[in-house]
């Protein structure tokens, strides 16, 4: 109560937990012309018509993130290097090139992309099955994977997805997309640097893939649905 504004003006919190008794409004990552804005913003300079591609493909590596646009952007400005040699040092090192701990953008973020990303344990504990739903996202196919075929290749029933499904989407863990959802790249990165897969959990998972692909082999209207379960088992195999 101490922090309670005691006059007309307003305090605005910021969190990436669901509380209950607030007014939430929730943030959604950048467009590309945003990002392109944020990243012209941090490095204080225009992005040149030679750099754009590379500045582009950037801002869908990042997917919109801001404090991965904010971090890049400082290091141009600070490192004064172009977006093409930006773009090919990310490229090879990936998460490990973007967490310099010594740039730091305009709102003063320190770079440290991982933790920002990172799950908290109490969050999985929380949630049933939430931890299963971003392991399938991580380390399956790269493509976008519906309710039923998650539900499949963890032998579960599509209810019980319900809640953790609609808790990642609200925290922006995952994003909805047409054929199913999918993981934001940087959430997975980190997710799969520190969480490696579980023998045991891939091999659970291709043989509940296996059954249902059986179980539907002779639909013809499945076939779609056969070749994405089998995309994905074929990843969790590897």
Do not use: C
Not at 187 to 198: A, F, G, I, M, N
Request: net charge negative; hydrophobic share 40%.
């Amino acid at each position: 109560k101490s922090l309670f504004p005691q006059s007309s003006n307003h305090i605005l919190l910021t969190s990436r937990n669901d509380i209950q008794g607030f007014k939430s409004v929730p943030l959604n990552t950048l467009d590309e012309e945003n990002s392109l804005k944020l990243l012209s913003h941090e490095s204080n300079r225009d992005i040149e018509e030679n750099e754009l591609a590379a500045a582009q493909e950037l801002v869908g590596k990042f997917d919109g993130l801001p404090l991965a646009l904010e971090m890049a952007g400082a290091y141009i400005d600070h490192r004064e290097i172009s977006w093409n040699d930006y773009l090919a040092l990310f490229e090879a090192k990936g998460l490990s090139f973007v967490d310099k701990v010594d740039i730091r953008g305009s709102t003063n973020h320190e770079s440290n992309i991982r933790s920002t990303l990172s799950l908290s344990d109490e969050l999985l504990e929380a949630t049933d099955n939430i931890e299963n739903v971003i392991n399938l996202l991580a380390w399956g196919a790269n493509e976008a994977i519906d309710r039923t075929l998650m539900a499949n290749m963890l032998n579960e029933e599509e209810i019980e997805l319900i809640e953790p499904i609609a808790i990642a989407l609200k925290l922006k863990i995952i994003k909805k997309e047409e054929d199913g959802y999918i993981l934001h790249r940087l959430v997975r990165d980190v997710w799969k640097e520190q969480r490696p897969l579980d023998s045991i959990f891939a091999e659970t998972v291709a043989k509940h893939l296996a059954a249902y692909m059986k179980s539907i082999q002779e639909e013809f209207l499945q076939l779609r649905q056969i070749d994405r379960a089998a995309l994905q088992a074929l990843e969790l195999v590897k």
